[in-house]
């Protein structure tokens, strides 16, 4: 499910929903929300298999990975790497629910082993493990998992976690219970930036350049008008505005 459609930002720009260009820069620029939020907003199923790092201590060093847990910086390890009893899935936020799955096994190596992963691997929520969310949470903002009675294997590839993370679409609609309204907000600010300055050059007179501000002098019926020509920056596709909106929500953790 994308963060927004193609009809919400097509009638703040006055142009059709099957714009083909703007099918384009809503692609591009929620690609660009991602990678600046350092994860997908939106309520998607994933397979991930950890340690991603090797990790050969068993705990928590102090030069641990600061991450951002609702706007506030807090210390953490590194994320996709173990140490001790922590977890840190790279998703955010995490779900609750009976999608999460975790299974450990070491020799699995990210399940390429013949015969890895079976059902003998599957540890229990809140016997094994818990997931650091309240018991009335339906999701967890940290995305900590906590090994009960022992730490967990730091071979690479050894655990293999099957969970939904990101928010639901009432929530991104502004409308659910987490109210991130903010975050769908900031892509549609940023994809009628990046529309409106590919349209601004695309009618340019010269390649790369878009149309500045025309001035005109006049004195009877002599009239002089001069045209200003802008270089366009193809550097920057979030605005100031979404980058402000996006703020609060972005992960600062060490492995995307």
């Keep these: ?14 142009i059709a929903a099957d714009d083909a260009t703007l099918a384009a820069v809503i692609a591009g620029t929620e690609h660009s929300i991602i990678n600046h939020l350092r994860y997908n907003p939106v309520k998607t199923a994933h397979t991930e298999f950890y340690p ?3 990790e050969r201590y068993s705990q928590v060093s102090g030069d ?3 991450d951002s847990i609702n706007g506030q910086a807090v210390q953490r390890p590194s994320v996709g790497s ?3 009893d922590v977890l840190i899935l790279k998703n955010r936020p995490v779900w609750n629910d009976s999608t999460l799955e975790v299974r450990e096994q070491s020799g699995a190596y990210a399940g390429q082993a013949a015969g890895s992963f079976g059902s ?4 229990a929520k809140g016997i094994d493990y818990w997931l650091d ?5 339906q999701i967890s903002n940290s995305g900590i998992l906590y090994r009960i009675g022992g730490h967990w294997c730091i071979e690479p590839g050894s655990i293999k976690v099957t969970y939904n993370a990101g928010y639901a679409t009432a929530d991104i609609a502004g409308t659910g219970g987490q109210k991130v309204g903010d975050i769908k907000l900031a892509t549609i600010q940023a994809v009628i930036w990046n529309y409106k300055q590919i349209a601004l050059n695309a009618k340019s007179p010269q390649a790369g350049l878009t149309s500045g501000p025309l001035t005109m002098e006049k004195v009877g019926p002599y009239t002089y ?14 605005p100031p505005s979404a980058l402000t909106l996006l703020q609060p929500h972005r992960s600062y953790a060490g492995v995307f």
């Design 82 to 84: 173990v140490s001790g």
């Design 64 to 66: 641990g990975q600061f």
């Design 133 to 137: 969310a309240a018991d009335s949470d």
């Design 120 to 123: 003998g691997t599957v540890l």
């Design 225 to 238: 008008r001069t045209s200003e020509v802008q270089s366009y920056n193809f550097t920057n596709s979030l």
């Design 1 to 14: 499910m994308p963060i927004v459609t193609a009809a919400e930002c097509a009638v703040l720009l006055n």
């Design 52 to 54: 991603i790092n090797r």
